[in-house]
């Protein structure tokens, strides 16, 4: 079967760094990636691991273990426009993504 | 990355009745999806759109109630049949991104859909 955990919010401090974990269980897995939307927005590509290890771009970087099933997603030098929420999203078989139930992400002054 | 448009972007519609729903892309793709999402919830795949042939549905989703077509590379419609105060929700469109759809989507920027 197919599960994905994330937690379902985060509080964290301007200028403050973030995790977001997730857990997953695909079929097929390919890698997974990792999503940002705003209220009454759509979905954004953050970031994606085909491979073990970590990838940065800029101000956030993704991690994948995949004999674990486990990434996450590390969010530096946070700002208030990073409030939002993160969707994890394992892609698997016939190409298709999975999105988890997503964590919102309250930052405070 | 791709821009995707989507038409309308928002209606309130009477039980009963269908809705059309549109979405293009500047560039030509092979792959379009089309998600539910409902307020302060995950996206939850409806059906994969491929030119030329017929839509895969996911389960829990059919033919009947969410008819789509993909006429070409770049467009694809979704209608919502009968509908039913259930599904009230917004519904996007997104296409792939890389080299694998499992690297990257880009997601139109979705209808909101209010059913009365």
């Known amino acids: 079967g197919q599960s994905l955990e994330q937690p379902s919010e985060v509080t964290a401090v301007e200028g403050a760094i973030v995790q977001i974990n997730c857990t997953y269980q695909?079929?097929?897995?390919?890698?997974l990636s990792w999503y940002q939307q705003h209220d009454g927005g759509a979905p954004t590509f953050l970031s994606y691991?085909?491979?073990?290890g970590l990838e940065e771009t800029g101000r956030f970087s993704s991690f994948l273990s995949r004999s674990d099933s486990y990434g996450y997603l590390l969010l530096q030098e946070l700002q208030m426009k990073d409030s939002a929420s993160y969707f994890c999203a394992p892609g698997g078989r016939d190409d298709k993504i999975i999105f988890g139930k997503g964590t919102r992400l309250h930052i405070l002054p | 990355s791709a821009v995707i448009s989507q038409k309308p972007s928002r209606d309130i519609c009477q039980r009963g009745t269908s809705l059309t729903i549109q979405c293009q892309v500047d560039s030509q793709v092979t792959m379009m999806f089309w998600y539910r999402q409902q307020p302060g919830q995950s996206l939850t795949l409806i059906a994969t759109?491929?030119?030329?042939?017929?839509?895969?549905?996911e389960s829990g989703f059919v033919i009947d109630k969410f008819p789509i077509s993909r006429p070409n590379l770049t467009f694809s419609t979704l209608t919502v049949s009968n509908m039913s105060p259930e599904d009230s929700s917004i519904y996007l469109c997104s296409v792939e991104g890389g080299r694998q759809s499992t690297d990257t989507q880009y997601f139109g920027p979705g209808t909101r859909l209010t059913v009365l």
């Open positions: 695909t079929s097929g897995f390919y890698g």
């Open positions: 691991n085909g491979l073990d």
């Open positions: 759109a491929n030119q030329g042939s017929e839509a895969t549905y």
